[in-house]
């Protein structure tokens, strides 16, 4: 998988950030095709950070240094 490192968002990119940032705000429902869209648009980041890195596990061993 190449990347780039200027990579130029999805044309709808722009608008469901502003639907999701109104949402936010309001606390206006968002619509389904925008809550899919940003969905898929998540997994698929969180898939690519999955394979570049492998899975990292911080979350146990910084629990048990705050406990100690």
Excluded: C, W, Y
């Excluded at 044309?11 to 095709?33: H, N």
């Amino acid at each position: 998988m190449q990347t780039q490192k200027n990579p130029v968002p999805p044309r709808d990119f722009a608008a469901d950030e502003e639907a999701v940032t109104d949402s936010f705000l309001t606390g206006a429902p968002l619509s389904q095709e925008v809550a899919r869209r940003v969905h898929e648009r998540a997994l698929r980041i969180r898939e690519g950070i999955r394979r570049k890195h492998g899975l990292v596990d911080i979350a146990v061993p910084a629990v048990r240094e705050f406990r100690g």
